[in-house]
């Protein structure tokens, strides 16, 4: 039975210091951890956030997830983060007619059946539909702004604090529609990214003059060297052994000095309280075809560890508050009352994230 610990302070500050503390049979390890909360972002300057939007994403992804679970579907035997076995696992709820379960060793949720790994690959390869809330032409240079840009310049600022120099070259896994990469560019790092989907990359040398690798990473890692920082933004719940994503990264590291950068959902968050009284009307966070894996602290914190990972720091931030004024809007019929309430999300969602509410989390670790 694993065990995980931190101390932290009764305070609410930005840029603390806590140590958490693993615990397994006789295996102990002690880290010593940065941690950050929130980031700013202006959510309603972002295609997404209006009431027809909203309406018309449920359509179609109500529509092909509860396709897509109703048959030739992968019964998991065990968790995908500490192996214990799914029967031990407990019940949590059914969107789309996909079943989330809970580990009951690392506290993980994950959906039980689901499609095979070879069909999320494909259907990330070739759907456009799923890229296209983040390839749009309209917003690109707003998504860089208020989503990239802030990411890249807190990796790399911890990157110079940890190793007293520049950060090199970095390496973005599952880079989308490339914003990620783009935004390192602008900022003056060298910068790849590798992307499976065929759409996504066609975006990013359209839209950006980025071109994106193509390849399965966990298969090509070792044709790729040269890295000093490796992110995951929202990848590794998105696929069926996010051990193997993150073990790969560790290997292309190989004995340099670098960081492992992973964003993943959180389930203990406001939007998954919300979500669990709302489950015909999800288009995002417990998406069961965008998220197989909704991460705990304790699951995350694991995946590094049984990686070979040590951490070094987490920033919680997430979109919450944002995701209640949707959901009220479209339960109450109401399409001024996101105009009306936008004004106060921002320090809502704020006190969410210093709260530990948040329904994102980064963890960072070190080779």
């Given at each position: 039975?694993?065990?995980?610990?931190?101390?932290?302070?009764?305070?609410?500050?930005?840029?603390?210091?806590?140590?958490?503390?693993?615990?397994?049979?006789?295996?102990?390890?002690?880290?010593?951890?940065?941690?950050?909360?929130?980031?700013?972002?202006?959510?309603?300057?972002?295609?997404?956030?209006s009431a027809n939007f909203f309406k018309e994403s449920i359509k179609?992804?109500?529509?092909?997830?509860?396709?897509?679970?109703?048959?030739?579907?992968?019964?998991?035997?065990?968790?995908?983060?500490?192996?214990n076995a799914v029967e031990n696992c407990e019940f949590q709820l059914k969107i789309y007619n996909a079943d989330y379960v809970k580990c009951t060793n690392c506290n993980h949720v994950f959906i039980k059946?689901?499609?095979?790994?070879?069909?999320?690959?494909?259907?990330?390869?070739?759907?456009?539909?799923?890229?296209?809330?983040?390839?749009?032409?309209?917003?690109?240079?707003n998504r860089v702004k208020e989503v990239a840009i802030p990411k890249v310049e807190f990796i790399t600022k911890l990157y110079k604090e940890r190793f007293g120099e520049r950060c090199p070259k970095i390496l973005d896994i599952g880079a989308g529609s490339g914003h990620f990469v783009y935004a390192c560019r602008k900022l003056g790092f060298e910068a790849d990214g590798i992307?499976?989907?065929?759409?996504?990359?066609?975006?990013?040398?359209?839209?950006?003059?980025?071109?994106?690798?193509?390849?399965d990473f966990v298969k090509d890692y070792n044709r790729l060297e040269g890295y000093d920082i490796i992110t995951f933004w929202g990848v590794i719940e998105h696929v069926t052994n996010p051990l193997e994503m993150l073990v790969a990264a560790r290997k292309t590291l190989g004995n340099n000095k670098g960081l492992i950068v992973a964003e993943v959902p959180r389930w203990e968050s406001i939007s998954t309280c919300i979500q669990s009284q709302t489950p015909n009307t999800i288009i995002r966070h417990l998406d069961p075809l965008g998220h197989i894996n909704c991460f705990s602290d304790m699951s995350i914190a694991t995946s590094f560890v049984k990686s070979g990972l040590d951490i070094i720091g987490a920033w919680y931030f997430g979109m919450d508050a944002f995701e209640l004024v949707n959901q009220l809007n479209y339960y109450m019929e109401d399409n001024q009352l996101i105009s009306q309430f936008q004004k106060f999300v921002p320090k809502l969602q704020e006190q969410c994230d210093l709260s530990r509410l948040s329904d994102e989390m980064v963890l960072i670790g070190m080779n």
């Open positions: 039975m694993m065990i995980w610990e931190r101390t932290t302070s009764f305070s609410y500050d930005n840029n603390k210091n806590e140590k958490w503390m693993f615990k397994d049979d006789d295996f102990i390890k002690e880290f010593d951890v940065q941690v950050f909360f929130s980031k700013p972002m202006d959510v309603f300057s972002l295609k997404g956030s179609k992804i109500k529509s092909s997830r509860e396709e897509l679970y109703f048959k030739e579907l992968e019964s998991l035997d065990k968790c995908p983060i500490c192996n059946r689901r499609p095979s790994k070879e069909k999320i690959q494909e259907f990330y390869k070739n759907d456009s539909i799923y890229q296209s809330t983040y390839a749009d032409v309209d917003t690109i240079m992307e499976i989907s065929t759409y996504g990359r066609k975006f990013a040398k359209q839209n950006f003059n980025v071109n994106l690798l193509d390849g």
